[in-house]
C-alpha cells in the first residue's frame, strides 16, 4: 500500500544524546515535512524539504537537523541542542509544492520521550 | 505563530446530534483544510474549500468558508461514536509554496 511510514513509534532519549526518527514515503511525493506536536497542542512545522538535496526551516527548526538524500526518505534527527524534545513526532509528505491546495498525507507518528 | 484556531477547543455531543466546529484565520488564504486526527495517531485529509469558494460537502461533513470574515466551519451531520477524534484545520497562505498553517484544534467526543 502506498503510504508514509514512521519509525520508530515509541523512543526514549537520555540526556545529550541525538537521536534520528526515519520517515520513509513511497507516494512518489516531491515534498516532506516535519512537525512537532506536544500534548493537546497543534501542529508545529520544524522542516520541510521540497526537492532531493534540499531543505528549508520551518517554525522550530533549533536543535534538529534533517537530510533529504533519497526523494522518499526524509529522517529527522532530534539533537542534544533541544532542551525539550518529549513530544509527538509526524512526518508528512504532498505532491509538488509549486500547487497551492495540495493535501497534505500523514505518517502515523513517532513519540519521543527523555528520560 | 498558529494561523488557524479552533473554537471550541473541546466539545461533547451524543450520537446523532450534529457537530459544528469554526475555525478562524488572520491573513489572505489560497485554501483552508480540515483534518482529523485520531488519538496517537497521524492526520487524515478530509475536505479543503478554495477561497473562491462558499461551501463544499462530502458524504456527511459540510465545510463553508467566509473570506470576510476570515473563518469557516465544519459540520459533521448524524454523528457517530467513530466521529471522536480531534479536527484541525489548516490554511494554505497565498504564497508560492506549500506554507500550511494548522490550527490548535477542536477535541470532539462523541457518546454512544
Known amino acids: 500500500d502506498g503510504g508514509i511510514t514512521q519509525s520508530p513509534k515509541y523512543l526514549f532519549r537520555k540526556e545529550g544524546q541525538n537521536v534520528t526518527l526515519s520517515c520513509e514515503q513511497n507516494l512518489n511525493h516531491d515534498a516532506m515535512y516535519w512537525y512537532r506536536q506536544d500534548p493537546g497542542q497543534g501542529l508545529r512545522l520544524i522542516y520541510y524539504s521540497q526537492i532531493v538535496n534540499d531543505f528549508q526551516k520551518g517554525d522550530i527548526a533549533e536543535g534538529y537537523s534533517v537530510s533529504r538524500e533519497k526523494k522518499e526518505s526524509f529522517p529527522l534527527t532530534v539533537t542534544s541542542a533541544q532542551k525539550n524534545p518529549t513530544a509527538f513526532y509526524l512526518c508528512?509528505?504532498?505532491?509538488?509544492?509549486?500547487?497551492?491546495?495540495?493535501?497534505?498525507?500523514f505518517g502515523e507518528g513517532s513519540w519521543l520521550t527523555v528520560v | 505563530s498558529q494561523q488557524g484556531e479552533e473554537d471550541p477547543q473541546a466539545l461533547s455531543i451524543q450520537e446523532g446530534e450534529n457537530a459544528t466546529m469554526n475555525c478562524s484565520y488572520k491573513?489572505?488564504?489560497?485554501?483552508l483544510q480540515w483534518y482529523r486526527q485520531n488519538s496517537g495517531r497521524g492526520l487524515v485529509h478530509l475536505i479543503l474549500?478554495?477561497?473562491?469558494?462558499r461551501e463544499k460537502h462530502s458524504g456527511r461533513l459540510r465545510v463553508t468558508l467566509d473570506t470576510s470574515k476570515k473563518s469557516s466551519s465544519l459540520l459533521i451531520t448524524a454523528s457517530r461514536a467513530a466521529d471522536t477524534a480531534s479536527y484541525f484545520c489548516?490554511?494554505?497562505?497565498?504564497?508560492?509554496?506549500?506554507?500550511?498553517?494548522f490550527g490548535t484544534g477542536t477535541k470532539l467526543q462523541v457518546i454512544p
Open positions: 489548516a490554511t494554505g497562505d497565498s504564497g508560492g509554496y506549500q506554507k500550511v498553517t
Open positions: 491573513t489572505s488564504i489560497n485554501n
Open positions: 508528512a509528505s504532498s505532491p509538488r509544492v509549486a500547487t497551492s491546495g495540495n493535501t497534505i498525507y
Open positions: 474549500i478554495r477561497s473562491n469558494e
